[in-house]
């Protein structure tokens, strides 16, 4: 098998009396993506959360590509190679389309932020974006403003930010939530692309037609456990997860 470019290892995280992960283990295999689902409230924000290092967990281990990254602060997993989307966009509101892309992925690192300012600015970070732009039917001026764009728009700039960085893991919360067909299959596009550079991603989707389509493996998290982990095909005959999330039909 191919060496994980993901590894995470019996990682838990309780906020009071709420066990939001518990001992949650998986891999994730260079140009994989991977479908993470379950009910609300069930933890999955929260497991992107500790891959991305914003919580630390409280058992367990977490790799990046071989390096154990468990203590690593989350500004140092992104230069490793880890970028994500938020369940509601992140951008600065008062600043430009392209400004915001440049900004990066990190926006408390200030140093990330010159060094993609100046590492970017070169003729390849304008063919980069032109290529991405048109595979999200994006026509619009990058100085406008990026309280312009709608939401569902602003999640597929999210992909492309992330895509930006050339990463070696994405981690895509709900792309789906506010966008029509058309633009679904746009973002599934881009996603698809950054698998083919050997990105491997991990998408939390709640559209079951999505996800059974488009996943190559799937985990089901209930209360913060995995429930069930493999093909789509496995995930939506187990009786675990039909109980607790697909329901019989
Ligand atoms: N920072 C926090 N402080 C306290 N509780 C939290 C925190 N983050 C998450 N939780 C709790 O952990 C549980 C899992 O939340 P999480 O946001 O990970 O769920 P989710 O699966 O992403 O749900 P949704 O589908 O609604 O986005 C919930 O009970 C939530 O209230
Ligand atoms: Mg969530």
Redo the contacts with the bound molecule.
């Keep these: 098998m191919t060496k994980p470019i993901l590894k995470a290892d019996g990682i838990s ?1 309780a ?2 009396g ?4 518990d001992n949650v283990s998986f891999e994730l295999a260079p140009g994989e993506i991977k479908g ?1 689902i ?12 500790l891959i991305s290092g914003i ?1 630390n967990t409280s058992s367990g281990s977490i790799h990046i590509d071989g390096v154990d990254v468990t203590k690593v602060p989350a500004y140092k997993r992104a230069r490793m190679g880890l970028a994500r989307t938020f ?1 509601t966009p992140r951008f600065l509101h008062r600043s430009s389309i392209i400004n915001n892309l440049l900004l990066g992925t990190d926006l408390a690192d200030q140093m990330g932020y010159i060094n993609s300012f100046f590492g970017k600015k070169g003729s390849n970070f304008n063919d980069e974006l032109e290529e991405l732009m048109e595979i999200a039917g994006f026509t619009f001026d990058w100085n406008d403003s990026i309280s312009t764009m709608p939401f569902g728009q602003q999640k597929i700039l999210e992909i492309i930010r992330a895509m930006l960085e050339h990463p070696k893991i994405m981690l895509v ?2 792309p789906a939530a506010g966008l029509n067909d058309i633009e679904l299959q746009r973002a599934m596009k881009l996603m698809e692309l950054a698998t083919e550079r050997g990105c491997g991603i991990i998408v ?1 989707e ?1 559209r079951m037609d999505m996800v059974m389509n488009f996943c190559h493996n799937i985990i089901v ?1 209930n209360f ?1 456990k995995v429930i069930a982990n493999g093909t789509p095909e496995e995930v939506q005959c187990n009786e675990a997860v039909i109980e607790a999330y697909l329901g019989r039909e």
């Design positions: 995280i906020f009071g709420v066990v939001a992960a993470l379950g009910p609300n409230g069930a933890g999955k924000t929260t497991l992107l959360n919580y369940q919360d709900e939390i709640h998290l913060g």
